[in-house]
T-cell receptor, first 111, second 115 residues
């Protein structure tokens, strides 16, 4: 079946550096992608989204890049802070509301 | 806006009892809500889609008689874990979207521990 997966299960980044979290998806029909942040013991929190008619979208300190040719999605976090430590999930959907989640990447910020 | 709440946040129960978890959209109406289950260090697994005024749609492998879902209003969906057993212990999370085709907003989750 279709799936969304992440290349790196863990990522450690020095505080102040930029972080890049990657995600591969297999359903070429996917038209909407979302990044969520989940802190320990909490529900996922929306970070940023992007539709398939775009290849880049920026938010506050975050940028999502979409490469439909290779079915790859990435989340860039600028100037990472201790509060950025969490598990990050990508999710995709295609035409309906059901989300398919990736396996998650744990981001650890080194002081 | 787009706040989703869950109650309770955690529950401990004895094996064989039933547990009800509530999911509410606080500042918007949601004709569709979703229930997920998450084991430690794993991703979210969709259990079912809760539809206001109609039966829930369950994912393959999820027992509908075990996990009863009721979506009685546009702001409330409930998940009842019937005759809970220790293997039902997990983190249960609900989500809802304001508009079709837009992002879902998640509740804070309910941690269930069955002894």
């Amino acid at each position: 079946g279709e799936s969304v997966g992440l290349h790196l299960p863990t990522l450690s980044v020095q505080e102040g550096d930029n972080s890049i979290i990657n995600c591969a998806y297999s359903n070429s029909a996917s038209d909407y992608f979302i990044w969520y942040k989940q802190e320990s013991g909490k529900g996922p929190q929306f970070i940023i989204d992007i539709r398939s008619n775009m290849d880049k979208r920026q938010g506050q300190r975050v940028t999502v890049l979409l490469n439909k040719t290779v079915k790859h999605l990435s989340l860039q976090i600028a100037a990472t802070q201790p509060g950025d430590s969490a598990v990050y999930f990508c999710a995709e959907t295609y035409g309906n509301e059901k989300l398919t989640f990736g396996t998650g990447t744990r981001l650890t910020i080194i002081p | 806006g787009a706040v989703v709440s869950q109650h309770p946040s955690w529950v401990i129960c004895k094996s064989g009892t039933s547990v009800k978890i509530e999911c509410r959209s606080l500042d918007f109406q949601a004709t569709t809500m979703f229930w997920y289950r998450q084991f430690p260090k794993q991703s979210l697994m969709l259990m079912a889609t809760s539809n206001e005024g109609s039966k829930a749609t369950y994912e393959q492998g999820v027992e509908k008689d075990k996990f009863l879902i009721n979506h009685a209003s546009l702001t409330l969906s409930t998940l009842t874990v019937t005759s809970a057993h220790p293997e039902d212990s997990s983190f249960y999370i609900c989500s809802a979207g304001r508009l079709v085709g837009e992002t879902q907003y998640f509740g804070p989750g309910t941690r269930l521990l069955v002894l």
